[in-house]
């Protein structure tokens, strides 16, 4: 009697085990489809010489692939970014493209920046032949002076841009550039219209 009391308990026993151990197994399956899943969304940029390289994780609890420029589907988006010169970028990890929207906009004012300091020096060296030409006398000594001060102008503008300062719009022109007098048409002031005579001055 006791045998045939005995081998009812233990097939119980062996089956709560198999359902237990179909449960453990089931959760641990859950928890690396939720951690694939997350690691999927997951997104990261590292600075690679002159380019930020962008990788994406795949469907796997750990590890990231870089995402190339011909990728057909993020490509585009996601592909290589140049890093402009003097820009530092650390290694970070993002998760919407709205992060590297910003990014973006951080490096694309930094190369902005940059051109416009290049754009001023480019115009500090015209204001340099210019003043050459105008100190040497010659056919374009007159042109070379007013040209000369409004590039002084522009050179301001472009440095004070370039290191994101307001250049304040001055209320009354400068010393240097006095305001201009209208003047009356040559024409008039040398003679009168031919239609009308000149008036008789009396004896």
Same mark, same amino acid.
């Given at each position: 009697m006791a045998d045939t009391q005995t081998q009812p308990a233990r097939r119980g026993g062996g089956l709560s085990k198999l359902?237990?151990?179909?449960?453990?197994?089931?959760?641990?399956?859950?928890?690396?489809?939720l951690a694939s899943e997350r690691n999927l969304r997951r997104f990261a940029w590292r600075p690679d010489e002159s380019v930020l390289t962008i990788s994406k994780g795949r469907f796997f609890p750990l590890g990231m692939a870089n /995402?190339?420029?011909?990728?057909?589907?993020?490509?585009?988006?996601? #592909?290589? /970014?140049?890093? &402009?010169?003097?820009?530092?970028?650390? $290694?970070?990890?993002?998760?919407?493209?709205t992060e590297l929207a910003g990014l973006r906009g951080e490096l694309a004012f930094t190369a902005a920046r940059q051109e416009l300091l290049q754009?001023?020096? =480019?115009?500090?060296? !015209?204001?340099?032949? =210019?003043?050459?030409?105008?100190? #040497? #006398?010659? $056919?374009?000594a007159l042109e070379a002076g007013p040209l000369l001060r409004e590039l002084e102008g522009i050179q301001g503008l472009l440095e004070d841009a370039s290191q994101s300062k307001p250049h304040p719009t001055p209320s009354t022109p400068?010393?240097?550039? &006095?305001?201009?007098?209208?003047? !009356? &048409? %040559?024409?008039?002031? =040398?003679?009168?219209? !031919?239609?009308?005579?000149?008036?008789?001055?009396? %004896?």
């Open positions: 359902v237990l151990w179909l449960l453990v197994l089931g959760l641990l399956a859950a928890v690396w489809w /995402i190339a420029a011909d990728d057909p589907q993020l490509g585009k988006v996601y #592909g290589p /970014i140049p890093i &402009p010169q003097g820009a530092k970028v650390s $290694e970070q990890e993002f998760d919407d493209q754009a001023a020096k =480019l115009v500090l060296s !015209a204001r340099r032949k =210019l003043q050459s030409v105008e100190e #040497g #006398g010659g $056919e374009h400068p010393p240097t550039s &006095p305001p201009r007098q209208p003047t !009356a &048409p %040559r024409q008039r002031a =040398l003679a009168p219209d !031919a239609g009308t005579a000149a008036p008789s001055v009396p %004896r």
